[in-house]
């Protein structure tokens, strides 16, 4: 049936030619007559996706600010369509979770903002509300030294919000001043938010629990340019999901309205990760399904005062409800089903439905590789023992799918997003798989009479696959460009194209004409040959006939995802993913290297559409090059001398051996010192980190690594606002001092969060037998051991405890206590400590008492003692074994022995466990006249100080 039998051309080719411009002029007519309307019914819609991750906020930022402001500005690029008329760009929706719910109105601002010089906020790359929210951030106001700071907001929990909260009020203004925004747009965006207590429901006779919620809302600008926050379902008639909650609005106000403190509020609350920022008690309308919880406000005990409930009202088939909610990535981090959902769902949408291409911003997905080092092990081995298949059952083995599950629960809902219908009908990229199945399976199988668009002879597949690219073109654009062997002439033969017109002097070469193509027309017909070819195709792909007749139901089904790529190391993945809070320097590297990743990402995807095919290689990247430089120009990398040379940098590590985005490093700009710096010792410590395992001495964490080239090439941390030495600094010297500090000031604030709810919880009710109570004591426990795994010794210190330097008990209560389990004396020491790096040296005084504490002189033959000595102790690394050493002492009798000197000198070899708390010592009391009889074998336990205050918290 597909066997293309070739006609004789009857025509002369003068006829041909004459025909052709009669054609043309038939056409130009058409053209001229269209409405004038007809030029902006369609668009090309764009929806984003954005993943949680407030450690890589700066990164984000640029990457977000970059790949919005080019969607606003390229109309003004040459390179971003090869021909034809590109469709205007439409943003559909935004959806975020967590740190990417605050990018997400950040986004929908900065889509909708007009230029600086028409009344708009400042947009350029050293000016936005990007860097405003995300390069503000500082570790020492996110994570004050004291515990009761006045930088904690009363909803706070182990981290501020102050700066956060403050640049969501600066936000306020300027999405309410006149003139700032494009008039008339209405932009949809969504938020996730985890139930704290799960709902329980009944639907269709079954008990169902859910925690994963969604908050939706619509940005819409007035005509005097100012923005105001709604949302009505009647909107979105598709949208009917019980997870989806709304927003309540006053009985007295205009219905469907969202207060710009609920809008607050709920970028707070998908924020609010568990025990970093505190949770957030909602109002808010759920649909009315049978719920088992007892949470309806008409149940609840406790209201907002400042907002009555029987005052908020809520659409019709919702019910009004109040919980508490926190971070929405706990289990959506990736809200691409949200983004979605609130694109195809909307009354415009379901009017003119066309295909939405999805941005999934991943800061994760990486372009560069790390040899990492695997380890050998016999399991892994061309012949593995038979016992590496036997499955063992104890603690680690079995609790290792909890660890799974976590990870799991956060990707779940993206998994079941991404292995469903919605994303495996695509018509063009079915029609690319039936190609390729054409060539595995019947490489002679011929389509010609079915795809007659075509000049020349093409095989079967390569008709399918410019077809499925033309498809694609007339989803992105009003007219589009034609590629030889596409023939204009035919396609209008077939009606497929309505309108042709010669390619402009601008156009790619291989245009051969540009045309108004009826797209509909020709995806059904189009669906309907591969429906047939798939047929008579002997694959295993069995259901490939049925996806392609889903396909052709709906042109939903052709939505496609784009996704980032991050092209160098960042400092937000150091320190326990702090790295970027503890230097403004850091945070504006990280937010270049997302602006970078913009242009690189946006210029690879656009010409790899614009030239799909394996032997287009040298175009696409001669595309990447133009298109890129272009907007490197647009977005002011240019202009900006340290944005200018970051980009400089990545794009010589990245693209230079292919001689790739020459524009930006050949010559190299003007060095910025910091940037190279930070650069280079990113990359430095990412290789270092993979050293052989033969280079012991190498094998250093990447932090240490990092810092120790920072700390060699001079670098200058960012001055702190009231003076003093830069934490950076500290860590710099030692990067270890972090995981100490950080210790120090997440144990103060979580002892003082619980003191405050001991607080809460008995005026809360009075009978302590009723009352909840406080985890003081676990929290102390955990406290103390945190501190003590972290313990770092100072230059010189009177009790190296783990208690508050404050602590008027601290000095005063002995450093260790010891029992000798050969005499069965008992022993008080104090140890004032010089640390001098791996060794301490430590004047040791204590007072012995024979026989114990509560039997002292049992032996008569001894008398109570007291002990001055010098202790040298060699600190090890290792967790259990930390320490090694000598310490010479001498004992004084407090009354004179009968049979022995009052004062002698003594000498013991110690080895001590458990970062030094732990100390074993063998020794005597006299070692020059009477050794044998004064030996003494004790086990002490170091840090009393330490373990009373945390555990009397």
């Known amino acids: 049936m597909f066997n293309h039998q070739q006609s004789e051309r009857k025509r002369s080719k003068r006829i041909w030619v004459l025909n052709l411009l009669l054609a043309h002029m038939v056409i130009l007519l058409t053209f001229y007559s269209l409405p004038s309307e007809a030029a902006d019914i369609d668009t090309n819609r764009v929806s984003l996706a954005i993943s949680g991750g407030a450690s890589l906020g700066a990164y984000e930022a640029g990457l977000i600010w970059g790949l919005i402001e080019v969607l606003r500005q390229v109309d003004n690029t040459g390179d971003w369509s090869q021909g034809g008329e590109p469709l205007p760009i439409e943003v559909t929706s935004i959806a975020g979770t967590s740190a990417g719910g605050i990018n997400t109105i950040l986004s929908a601002l900065a889509w909708s903002v007009n230029p600086e010089n028409e009344g708009g906020f400042a947009n350029r790359i050293d000016d936005n509300i990007f860097r405003d929210v995300w390069l503000t951030p500082d570790i020492n106001r996110l994570m004050p030294t004291e515990a009761d700071s006045s930088l904690y907001l009363p909803d706070d929990a182990l981290l501020s919000r102050i700066d956060l909260v403050g640049v969501a009020r600066e936000l306020r203004e300027k999405w309410r001043k006149p003139g700032t925004l494009r008039p008339g747009l209405r932009l949809p965006f969504g938020l996730t938010v985890t139930r704290v207590k799960p709902e329980a429901m009944i639907i269709n006779g079954i008990s169902v629990e859910n925690q994963r919620f969604y908050i939706p809302f619509e940005l819409r600008i007035g005509q005097d340019g100012s923005a105001a926050f709604f949302f009505d379902p009647g909107d979105y008639p598709s949208l009917n999901d019980p997870s989806m909650i709304t927003m309540p609005w006053p009985a007295d106000g205009s219905p469907y309205t969202i207060s710009d403190q609920q809008v607050e509020d709920a970028l707070m609350t998908t924020s609010a990760f568990p025990i970093g920022l505190g949770r957030k008690r909602l109002q808010y309308c759920r649909k009315q399904l049978i719920a088992t919880n007892d949470d309806s406000i008409e149940n609840s005990s406790i209201e907002t005062p400042d907002s009555p409930s029987s005052l908020l009202v809520c659409p019709d088939g919702f019910e009004l409800a109040e919980s508490e909610f926190a971070d929405g990535g706990l289990f959506d981090n990736l809200p691409i089903g949200l983004a979605r959902t609130l694109s195809e769902s909307s009354l415009p949408h379901m009017q003119k439905p066309l295909p939405v291409k999805y941005?999934?911003?991943?800061?994760?997905?990486?372009?560069?590789?790390?040899?990492?080092?695997?380890?050998?092990?016999?399991?892994?081995?061309?012949?593995?023992?038979?016992?590496?298949?036997?499955?063992?059952?104890?603690?680690?083995?079995?609790?290792?799918?909890?660890?799974?599950?976590?990870?799991?629960?956060?990707?779940?809902?993206?998994?079941?997003?991404?292995?469903?219908?919605?994303?495996?009908?695509?018509?063009?990229?079915?029609?690319?798989?039936?190609?390729?199945?054409?060539?595995?399976?019947?490489?002679?199988?011929?389509?010609?009479?079915?795809?007659?668009?075509?000049?020349?002879?093409?095989?079967?597949?390569?008709?399918?696959?410019?077809?499925?690219?033309?498809?694609?073109?007339?989803?992105?654009?009003?007219?589009?460009?034609?590629?030889?062997?596409?023939?204009?002439?035919?396609?209008?033969?077939?009606?497929?194209?309505?309108?042709?017109?010669?390619?402009?002097?601008?156009?790619?070469?291989?245009?051969?004409?540009?045309?108004?193509?009826?797209?509909?027309?020709?995806?059904?017909?189009?669906?309907?040959?591969?429906?047939?070819?798939?047929?008579?195709?002997?694959?295993?792909?069995?259901?490939?006939?049925?996806?392609?007749?889903?396909?052709?139901?709906?042109?939903?089904?052709?939505?496609?995802?784009?996704?980032?790529?991050?092209?160098?190391?960042?400092?937000?993945?150091?320190?326990?993913?702090?790295g970027a809070f503890f230097d403004y320097k850091f945070r504006e590297f990280d937010y270049y290297t997302g602006v970078y990743d913009a242009i690189v990402v946006i210029a690879n995807t656009q010409c790899t559409g614009n030239y799909p095919f394996s032997n287009q290689q040298a175009q696409q990247s001669d595309c990447r090059d133009r298109l890129s430089q272009q907007l490197y120009n647009l977005l002011g990398v240019a202009d900006n001398p340290k944005s200018r040379y970051a980009f400089a940098l990545m794009a010589k590590q990245e693209f230079s051996n292919e001689g790739g985005l020459r524009y930006a490093y050949d010559p190299m700009p003007p060095e910025d010192r910091d940037v190279r710096v930070i650069f280079e010792g990113l990359n430095q410590s990412f290789l270092a980190s993979n050293k052989s395992n033969e280079d012991v001495d190498a094998k250093e964490t990447t932090e240490s690594e990092f810092f120790k080239y920072l700390r060699a090439e001079g670098f200058e941390p960012t001055s702190p606002p009231d003076g003093g030495k830069p934490l950076l600094s500290l860590i710099m010297d030692d990067p270890e001092y972090w995981s100490n500090e950080l210790v120090k000031r997440a144990t103060n604030r979580l002892i003082y969060l619980e003191q405050q709810a001991e607080v809460i919880y008995q005026a809360r009710e009075p009978d302590p037998e009723k009352r909840e109570k406080a985890n003081t004591a676990l929290m102390g426990a955990g406290a103390l051991a945190l501190r003590t795994a972290t313990y770092k010794y100072p230059a010189f210190t009177f009790s190296p405890s783990t208690a508050p330097d404050s602590w008027f008990?601290?000095?005063?209560?002995?450093?260790?206590?010891?029992?000798?389990?050969?005499?069965?004396?008992?022993?008080?020491?104090?140890?004032?400590?010089?640390?001098?790096?791996?060794?301490?040296?430590?004047?040791?005084?204590?007072?012995?008492?024979?026989?114990?504490?509560?039997?002292?002189?049992?032996?008569?033959?001894?008398?109570?003692?007291?002990?001055?000595?010098?202790?040298?102790?060699?600190?090890?690394?290792?967790?259990?074994?930390?320490?090694?050493?000598?310490?010479?002492?001498?004992?004084?009798?407090?009354?004179?022995?009968?049979?022995?000197?009052?004062?002698?000198?003594?000498?013991?070899?110690?080895?001590?466990?458990?970062?030094?708390?732990?100390?074993?010592?063998l020794g005597a009391r006299d070692v020059i006249n009477n050794a044998d009889d004064t030996l003494f074998l004790t086990i002490g336990i170091a840090d009393l100080p330490g373990l009373i205050y945390w555990m009397s918290r």
């Open 809 to 921: 008990w601290r000095n005063i209560i002995p450093y260790e206590a010891a029992f000798d389990l050969m005499d069965g004396d008992t022993l008080f020491f104090w140890q004032p400590t010089w640390n001098f790096d791996h060794v301490n040296a430590g004047i040791r005084f204590g007072l012995g008492f024979t026989g114990g504490l509560f039997n002292s002189n049992a032996d008569e033959g001894r008398e109570n003692y007291g002990i001055l000595g010098l202790d040298l102790t060699r600190n090890e690394k290792t967790a259990l074994f930390s320490g090694w050493g000598v310490t010479p002492a001498i004992y004084h009798n407090w009354t004179k022995p009968a049979d022995m000197d009052q004062t002698s000198l003594g000498l013991d070899v110690h080895v001590n466990f458990f970062k030094n708390r732990v100390r074993v010592s």
């Open 359 to 578: 941005l999934y911003l991943d800061p994760n997905r990486v372009r560069y590789e790390i040899n990492t080092e695997i380890e050998k092990l016999a399991c892994t081995s061309e012949n593995p023992p038979e016992a590496c298949r036997e499955l063992t059952y104890n603690l680690a083995s079995e609790t290792v799918i909890l660890g799974g599950a976590i990870g799991t629960a956060r990707r779940y809902e993206l998994y079941r997003e991404l292995t469903g219908d919605n994303w495996r009908l695509n018509l063009s990229q079915l029609t690319r798989k039936t190609a390729n199945l054409i060539d595995a399976n019947r490489p002679d199988m011929r389509c010609d009479s079915a795809l007659p668009y075509f000049d020349g002879q093409l095989s079967c597949s390569d008709r399918l696959r410019y077809a499925a690219r033309l498809l694609e073109l007339t989803q992105t654009h009003r007219t589009a460009p034609i590629f030889a062997p596409l023939s204009a002439q035919l396609l209008l033969q077939e009606k497929i194209a309505t309108t042709c017109l010669p390619p402009s002097e601008s156009s790619d070469p291989s245009i051969v004409s540009t045309c108004n193509i009826d797209a509909p027309r020709f995806r059904k017909q189009l669906a309907g040959v591969l429906v047939e070819l798939s047929e008579t195709i002997n694959s295993e792909e069995e259901n490939l006939t049925t996806d392609i007749r889903r396909s052709a139901l709906s042109i939903d089904s052709d939505r496609l995802i784009h996704l980032t790529s991050r092209g160098n190391p960042i400092t937000g993945l150091l320190l326990d993913s702090f």
